[in-house]
């Protein structure tokens, strides 16, 4: 106790700076989370009246963890009301947030990991994904994948680690369109991962293998039961024709770039996804991204984004969220580019950097404000909002 007393008193404006970034996240996803609408969308009143019996659950599984943290929700709070209903997607947005961050603090430098952070999670598409009574949020859990395998190669303690990842994969093979990335994953590292568990005790590896077997059983249940739940699992949408694949990827440039699609579940009326000062840092972040594409960071962003692309294509709306992690990955790539390319101008001109670090700071605040005042202000009072969510649970 006393080490950790000591640790924090060395320490304590970091941890103060920390501790309000925590609670500033967690007002962004509560806040008038029962009341900023009306009412609830009729896909958030179709998910809410799923039975969260186990035998209902055993039969359809998709989204599992989802669902476990709806159903410990609802034990604390047995009154289906639109908070509790809409609490879960907040818990995994709030997981999210934690996750983007530690992947950039393990990419980049402290400001840029910052920065970068700000942007995603003060995002209206981040928000409106991780306030919804749906599972819409957990198309972006793709990035823990990475983080496992970063925790796997640096960790002091690989039993833990083996032991945590295993668990949280099979946890995330239920999550609709996710056994993309974690096939590519297998692809890309699967060799190094046989050699790090090569290195584990035989017995933590067998006991590891029976747990997950045995979580995995609903998985192969259901889908022996119904069979098309195989689709679902797979990503797939109602139509997947080549033509409706060819058309869902032509619409995801228009729908970031300049124009939305009339969905409220999406954007506001007809906005894009995204703000110029986001757009310019992403075309800087692939520019960035292809010129160093050998770097193992880029390799995983261009895989996310490749693998999003995908389910975007054989999905459907629904499923742009698959995109949100890779998008604000190379939002922060952009961001890494332009300090690195004015530090390299003015290399030890201490106001030179500060200017720089002020601006971006400055604009990313300003596309922080534009997306918070679009989510809460815009949002709950456009017209096609409040016709859309004007149904009660």
Known sequence: MRKYWFYFASDWQRMLVFGMA??????????????LTKGAHTSEVQFSQRSPSVRSIVQDPVNMPYIVVRNVVRKASPQITTTTARLPSSVFGFVLVVCFYALLSLWYRPRVAILGTILF??????????????PEVMSSLSITLVLFWAWLQRTRHPRLAFTISCLAVVGLLYVPGMIWFIAVAGVWRGKQLIADLS?????????????????LIPFFYSIFITPSLILNVLGFGNDWSLKTIWEQLSHIPAYLFIRGPADALVTVGKAALLDIFTITMVLLGLYATFKSWRLDRN????????SGLILCAIGDLKTMTSLLVPI?????????FMLEEWLRVFP???????????LLSLAVLLAGFYHITNYF?????????KSTFSKHL
Request: cysteine-free; proline content about 5%; hydrophobic content about 60%.
């Open 22 to 35: 925590i609670i500033a996240v967690i007002f962004l996803l509560t806040f008038h989370l029962g009341n």
């Open 121 to 134: 999670a003060t995002s209206s598409w981040f928000l409106r994904s991780s306030r919804l009574a749906t």
């Open 199 to 215: 290195k584990l005790p035989t017995n933590v590896v067998i006991v590891m293998g029976i747990i997950s077997t045995i979580l």
């Open 299 to 306: 390799k995983v962003t261009l895989a996310l984004l490749i």
């Open 328 to 336: 604000y990955l190379l939002a922060a790539a952009g961001i890494a």
């Open 348 to 358: 030890r001109n201490p106001l030179a950097r500060g200017i720089a670090t002020t």
């Open 377 to 385: 202000i815009a949002w709950p009072n456009a017209p096609l909002t």
